[in-house]
């Protein structure tokens, strides 16, 4: 039964993927007035109240998708070409210096096939992920919250 539900879902997707429509996130949908909608389908065979629902619904998840899809569609070469180093810098701050240092970091850069024109902005890109760092994202650096107890964040 619970294995319907969720097929369903993925496969009410398909025409919106095909027609290249952001995907129902159904996770946007209010609980209340969807039962509502089912109430005036089942009880009055009035569709209105469900189709308002899901209109709703589907304005707010393509609203989100779009967001998503932004910072998807635009990612920064140092997050794909470089992200061995991105990880090594962001790991190396944390766990050796307990700050991000420019300096140490270039250095470290200089050691990997990066371009001259590119290490600048890869170190930059490092330096930001480390800035971001919280415990939704320390599994991506294989470090764990308790490594982060006495980093300086304000360099």
Known sequence: MDINKRTSRVASNIPLLKADLAPMSFLTMDDAAYIDGLIGVYE???????????????????QKYRILRAEV?????????YRDLVREAVRYSVLQVRKFDDEEILELAARHPIPDDERNAVVAYAHQQFKGLHEGNLIRYRLMPQDLEGVDFSS
């Open 44 to 62: 009055l065979n009035n569709v209105a109240l469900l189709r308002e629902v899901f209109i709703d619904s589907y304005l707010a998840s393509a």
């Open 73 to 81: 569609d635009s990612p920064e070469k140092a997050a794909i070409a």
